[in-house]
């Protein structure tokens, strides 16, 4: 019997550890948490595209809400209370399908401040952030129009999600500040999508994310310039043609970029069917232009960024 209460009293504890470290990104200081280390396609077992910000145990930025991410995000211990700002890349499904889940559970927590939203201008063939947002939560026509009060000025509500529109430079461009927080822009090229390269700068740290980008231009890595971390998209092999090739960049370009762009770190996600299990491969690509620490990430994965 007593043995038996030691190995329960030793499974709490163990328990308990582990509920712990599953929320402790960075517990001082500034860290980046991955929560969707994944593409489109759900047979790659990981989240869509999605990161977290983090500096003294507070989530401060959320980068994209692909599929799954708000599954991680609750996992992470993350409150959506917390965030400065949230940014998307481009309005793919992998980058946004799970926003609207993000939005109803922050109803049930207590922010009382403005949530900014940014993300890019729309074209025909996609909408710009205003158009996205409002499509889900406008009050008249709106898919959650019962959750209008969050959008609509005139509704009573803890906060109200204020959104902006970024149609983005070629060369890197601030578009938001806040207290230590600084997050500048350029625009990327995605095929047809309007798409945004990020830089979020905390603490006089660095993190560059590239989203879905070819790599064509030099805005990105200008964007890049001495990043302490840059997290780039693994979404196609070297050698990669046609449609593929057109929106995403092989590992030889993002050795490129991280080369020229002399980032400290470079992590790799949004690994895709096609890219897993490619890793050596990729490696040597990317380590004959970038001789920089280069890690793959996985769902959850916390990098300190010192
Ligand atoms: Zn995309």
Redesign the pocket.
């Known amino acids: 019997m007593d043995l038996l209460f030691f190995v329960a009293v030793c499974l709490t504890f163990a328990s308990s550890l582990s509920s712990v470290s599953a929320q402790s990104c960075g517990p001082e200081g500034v860290s980046v948490q991955v929560l969707g280390s994944g593409g489109p396609e759900l047979q790659d077992k990981r989240a869509s595209s999605s990161y977290l910000v983090w500096k003294d145990k507070h989530a401060r930025v959320l980068v994209d809400a692909g599929g799954g991410s708000a599954l991680r995000f609750g996992e992470s211990g993350a409150q959506m209370s917390q965030l400065d700002v949230i940014l998307f890349t481009?309005f793919?499904v992998?980058?946004t399908a799970d926003f609207a889940a993000l939005i109803k559970s922050s109803w049930f927590e207590d922010r009382n401040r403005p949530l900014p939203i940014y993300g890019p201008v729309g074209n025909d063939f996609m909408p710009s952030t205003t158009e996205f947002v409002t499509d889900l939560f406008g009050g008249r026509h709106g898919a959650y129009r019962y959750l209008s009060e969050l959008l609509a000025p005139g509704e009573k509500s803890s906060y109200k999600m204020q959104l902006h529109d970024v149609a983005g430079n070629a060369k890197p461009t601030a578009v938001f500040r806040s207290g230590d927080l600084v997050v500048s822009s350029v625009r990327v090229l995605?095929g047809r999508?309007p798409a945004l390269a990020w830089r979020v700068e905390i603490d006089d740290r660095a993190i560059v994310f590239s989203g879905?980008t070819n790599g064509d231009g030099e805005g990105l890595t200008q964007l890049a310039a001495n990043a302490d971390l840059f997290i780039a998209h693994n979404a196609v092999p070297e050698g990669a043609t046609g449609i593929e090739r057109n929106?995403h960049m092989p590992p030889s370009v993002i050795g490129q970029i991280a080369g020229n762009a002399r980032v400290k770190r470079l992590i790799l996600s949004h690994r895709m069917l096609r890219t897993l299990g490619k890793e050596d491969q990729t490696q040597s690509e990317i380590k004959k232009r970038f001789s920089g620490p280069l890690e793959f990430a996985n769902d959850l994965d916390c990098f300190p960024v010192r």
């Open positions: 481009h793919h992998d980058h995605h999508v879905d929106l």
